[in-house]
């Protein structure tokens, strides 16, 4: 058993330990637990345990469990579990990476990353990458991603998140806000999907509910979506008035340039003025509409709406106002590579 010395540094290298305690911990080989104050480094294997204050790092392999108040590295193949309270980094892991801050991976991994900010990985042949903020796989990523941004080059399996991208995506869901792919075979479920044959209109029209509105429009191969905002919903006579709105449809083609469709559509409406008996502070609008556009030419196009919309307040959910609506406007085609 190599000696413990809880104030020295531990020149070692040579050697074999199964217990060290010290400032600063290096050994040649460990089999079993290396306890240090500041740092702990093993020169070639590790099986056990080893627990830092700041770093605890193995050049070679690591089998068992790494702990640290700061970073955890391992140069070669690390099997078992990487705790830290800013980041690990693993060359390849077999296993599970927890970190505050960051997780890294240098080559494809099997297990679990999770972290309070990103995961980074080069391929994940099986395995979940979770985190708050992004998530990125660079090669084949099989598994599941969870964040806010979530990004692999080829997903086999799921993406969770606000903003989800891939280059290919054979198989599995992307579920967010925004989905984006390079091809067009896995399905997609969010607010805006887009693929390569994703046609994008600017929209840009007027009518009865907002005044004046612009959007964006994803057409795919039979369905679309637009988000957008408006203003003046109250009308020109009172005091400005703002909203924004997001619709789900679905299209015909009648011809080479004449399309009918049909849309349900949420909107959310603000007065910016305080709830008083003179008006609502803010509302929110179910509206289904009829749509008809006509191609102009390849980038310009018009269309006009009818529907109705159904106004209500937020906190008691009764009736605001219900009417037919009628709008009209522009559209123009973005070029896409």
């Known amino acids: 058993m190599a000696a413990a010395a809880l104030l020295a540094y531990h020149a070692t290298a040579q050697e074999r330990s199964t217990f060290n305690v010290s400032l600063f911990g290096n050994v040649d080989t460990l089999r079993g637990a290396q306890i240090n104050v500041i740092s702990g480094v093993t020169n070639k294997e590790m099986r056990g345990v080893s627990i830092a204050g700041l770093l605890a790092s193995s050049k070679g392999k690591s089998y068992g469990v790494q702990i640290s108040g700061g970073l955890n590295s391992v140069d070669g193949n690390m099997r078992g579990l990487q705790m830290a309270g800013v980041a690990n980094i693993a060359h390849y892991a077999n296993g599970v990476q927890i970190a505050g801050l960051s997780n890294a991976c240098t080559s494809p991994m099997r297990g679990i990353q999770i972290s309070g900010i990103t995961n980074i990985a080069m391929g994940v042949k099986r395995g979940i990458q979770l985190s708050v903020v992004a998530n990125v796989c660079s090669e084949y990523m099989r598994g599941i991603q969870t964040a806010m941004y979530n990004y692999a080059d080829t997903l086999n399996g799921w ?110 409406v603000e007065t910016f003025k305080k709830n008083s008996n003179d008006g609502p502070k803010r509302l929110c609008s179910l509206q289904v509409r009829l749509n008809v556009d006509y191609s102009i030419n390849k980038t310009l196009g018009a269309y006009a709406s009818v529907g109705y919309g159904d106004t209500r307040y937020y906190h008691h959910f009764s009736k605001y106002r219900q009417r037919m609506m009628g709008e009209a406007g522009l559209t123009f085609r973005l070029a896409r590579k």
């Open 159 to 268: 993406q969770w998140g606000v903003i989800n991208a891939c280059m290919s995506h054979p198989r599995g869901v992307q579920v967010g806000l925004i989905n984006y792919s390079r091809d067009t075979i896995a399905h997609k479920v969010g607010l805006v999907n887009v693929n390569p044959l994703t046609r994008i209109d600017v929209m840009a029209g007027g009518g009865t509910s907002t005044k004046t509105n612009v959007s964006l429009r994803f057409r795919n191969r039979s369905t679309y979506s637009i988000i957008g905002f408006g203003t003046h919903f109250m009308g020109f006579d009172d005091d400005f008035s703002g909203a924004l709105f997001y619709r789900l449809g679905q299209y015909v083609m009648l011809g080479q340039r004449w399309s009918l469709s049909g849309d349900v559509g949420y909107c959310h």
